[in-house]
């Protein structure tokens, strides 16, 4: 492990639950190894759950600033952020500024540290959805931009900035924090929690969670889904409900359906600490978050997402959660077809989790100590000629690595093809009859 010292100041931005649940693990071991650091909280939500008591509930120190700029539209939200975020990393100038996630706060965060010549480093960077109308996918993408260091949850993380051109040597791929909060958390909510309804041990428990607009706003794919929960009166289904999603049941006519089926439990949005125990004790979760469907497979609790794609396909192809849309049939049949077929369910419940072991905290801060060491952190302008940069693709036919071939030909490996798959260019791997993408100004 390496120490940073004292030497080196971190500047954590947070603006949502979330973040502040997947930076908390390394918040924890920032404090571990005695690094400075400040905590900039945007206060984009100001209820309950944004203040001081959740910071408590999860054993966290407070922020060092709460900036406060509550709600309203993006461009409203976003440009208080700049302007507040960038009046506190000027006052605090730290040598790096971490990030999490998709939310405006990242793109505030990322934008102002950027221009203040201040790496950036984008914990849950590379993630996909390839959907431009999601304004989460708009934040990744362009906080990806702004970003220096890039720690990555997988390889096909990894592989999408790779396509968009990020340089290889910035990516790190580390797992995902998710791991290390879900289980530094579950233990806080074992010891201080625990769930506020009684439950039929004789039924299985269906968790609901049911939020974004491009469901939520839309009354046919709105009540498709509601038919669909009214339909399922086998299971006992818990449905902590979203104010803007109360609002639109109610204004589509559909808030009361549910209230009368008596298998559906309509409830207030729950803690976090609360949810997970929720979570951990369900039989099924049905979602539309992206978050929730890395904590299901970190709690080994198969997944059905009510959306038609998702930015963690690697949660897919592990076999722990499967993408319906919003049609009523298909999410019956999925609900049914998992817990009517014992292989199945045992198969999703066990998973592989793609995330990682519960160590990517120690991984990132791991590389940034030894970048720091380096004297890797500080972003300067050029002072000598670069020429033209050149781009090529060639097959390789002798015996060497990346590294060799890289100091060998002064290029840069930016990825590597073995019959037709993109492999990541780690510096050992063996390049010998691989097609490669190469860079340079000498080629």
Not at 80 to 108: C, F, H, W, Y
Not at 152 to 159: D, I, K
Not at 304 to 325: C, D, S
Not at 417 to 438: A, C, H, Q, R
């Amino acid at each position: 492990m390496y120490d940073l010292g004292v030497k080196m100041k971190i500047a954590f931005i947070i603006g949502t639950r979330p973040e502040i649940i997947k930076m908390s693990p390394l918040i924890d071991e920032v404090q571990q190894r005695d690094i400075n650091y400040v905590l900039i909280h945007t206060g984009q939500h100001y209820d309950h759950e944004m203040s001081q008591q959740f910071f408590m509930e999860l054993e966290l120190e407070k922020p060092h600033y709460n900036i406060g700029v509550g709600s309203g539209a993006h461009g409203e939200q976003t440009s208080m952020m700049i302007s507040r975020i960038e009046d506190v990393i000027l006052k605090e100038q730290p040598d790096l500024v971490l990030v999490e996630g998709d939310t405006n706060a990242v793109l505030a965060g990322a934008l102002v540290a950027a221009k203040l010549h201040i790496p950036v480093g984008h914990v849950e960077a590379g993630l996909r959805s390839y959907d431009k109308t999601m304004p989460e996918e708009i934040n990744r993408m362009v906080a990806d931009v702004c970003t220096h260091l890039f720690f990555v949850p997988t390889l096909t993380a990894a592989t999408n900035l790779l396509f968009e051109g990020v340089n290889p040597k910035n990516i790190f791929v580390t797992g995902n924090t998710v791991v290390d909060a879900c289980q530094r958390n579950l233990k806080i909510a074992r010891k201080h929690s625990d769930l506020v309804m009684d439950v039929d041990p004789e039924r299985k428990v269906l968790t609901l969670t049911l939020h974004r607009a491009e469901n939520v706003d839309h009354p046919k794919k709105l009540g498709q889904i509601v038919n669909a929960l009214l339909e399922l009166e086998d299971l006992t289904i818990i449905f902590p409900v979203h104010p803007r999603t109360t609002k639109n049941l109610q204004e589509f006519g559909l808030y009361e359906k549910l209230q009368k089926a008596p298998h559906i439990n309509i409830i207030k949005p729950m803690g976090y600490l609360e949810f997970l125990l929720l979570l951990s004790r369900s039989q099924l979760v049905v979602t539309d978050s992206g978050g929730i469907q890395e904590e299901a497979i970190t709690l080994n609790v198969p997944c059905i997402t009510l959306r038609y794609n998702t930015e963690r396909p690697e949660t897919v192809e592990a076999g722990g959660n499967i993408l319906v849309g919003t049609s009523q049939e298909r999410i019956v049949g999925s609900v049914r077809n998992i817990l009517g077929d014992e292989d199945l369910y045992r198969s999703m419940k066990g998973a592989p989790n793609p995330y990682g072991d519960g160590t990517a905290s120690i991984k990132i801060l791991d590389i940034i100590s030894e970048i720091e060491s380096n004297d890797g952190l500080k972003i300067e302008p050029p002072d000598f000629i670069t020429g033209v940069t050149t781009t090529k693709l060639v097959r390789v036919d002798e015996n060497v690595n990346v590294s060799e071939f890289e100091e060998k030909y002064s290029a840069i490996v930016k990825m590597a093809f073995n019959d037709g798959e993109v492999v990541f260019p780690e510096s050992e791997l063996n390049l010998k009859d691989k097609m490669v993408l190469i860079s340079g100004t000498e080629l």
